[in-house]
């Protein structure tokens, strides 16, 4: 079957330190993986999109792999801060053929940083 | 500028109600999505209108679903008799045209709207 797996459990990392965020899936070929940040009561706010043909991508903190062999998405907050408490959300982008992308996302990682 | 709006932010209904929420995506934006959200989870998609054609509505769990995006602009999605497996976060995004001619659009999501059905 398919599925995008996210780490489950809570991550809690401490202020200035590297936050490190899996995305594995099965059974998919995602032409794109978008990285999505969401917080309470809100929707999600688009970060990062990589292409199946780059292995990585940096902006700003942050920075997304991609490897299309291991079927796995890296999502990586450098010097991390309290402010990037947050959910972080995987998505496969998807049936491009139609001319839209349709976005399958994982459940999900919760990140928090503390001072 | 202003972004995606969605109406109610949330809403209480009684088992068997028929409810309406209603999507303002960004002025000017040719694709409309949404999506439901459920406790703990990622969004899932729902369906997808391009200007007022509704292109995928493969995700609406049920016939008891439908949306609609008459003139092109403001979406509403419905529920009719809803039951409490209903309940959700339903989220809006929207995206600029010209859609899937740059293959790295991204989509721009409103509030969401909370339902919790009794």
């Known amino acids: 079957s398919q599925k995008i797996e996210q780490n489950s459990e809570a991550l809690n990392i401490q202020e200035g330190k590297t936050a490190t965020l899996t995305c594995n899936y099965t059974n998919y070929s995602p032409a794109y993986l978008q990285w999505y940040r969401q917080d309470p009561g809100r929707g999600p706010v688009f970060l990062l999109l990589i292409r199946e043909n780059e292995k990585e991508k940096r902006k700003e903190r942050l920075k997304v792999t991609f490897d299309t062999t291991l079927k796995q998405s890296l999502f990586h907050i450098t010097a991390s801060q309290p402010a990037d408490s947050a959910t972080y959300l995987c998505a496969l982008d998807l049936d491009f053929s139609g001319g839209y992308n349709k976005l399958i996302f994982g459940a999900g990682t919760r990140l928090a940083v503390h001072p | 500028g202003a972004g995606v709006s969605q109406s109610p932010r949330y809403k209480v209904a009684k088992r068997g109600q028929d409810v309406a929420l209603r999507c303002d995506p960004i002025s000017g934006h040719v694709s409309l999505f949404w999506y439901q959200q459920a406790l703990g989870q990622g969004p899932e998609f729902l369906t997808y209108?391009?200007?007022?054609?509704?292109?995928?509505k493969s995700g609406l769990p049920s016939d008891r679903f439908f949306a609609e995006r008459p003139e092109g602009s403001v979406s509403t999605l419905k529920i009719q008799r809803t039951q409490q497996e209903d309940s959700a976060v339903y989220l809006c995004?929207?995206?600029?045209?010209?859609?899937?001619?740059?293959?790295?659009?991204?989509?721009?999501f409103g509030p969401g709207t909370r339902l919790t059905v009794l």
């Open positions: 995004a929207s995206s600029p045209p010209p859609y899937g001619t740059f293959l790295e659009d991204t989509q721009y």
């Open positions: 209108f391009q200007n007022e054609a509704q292109l995928d």
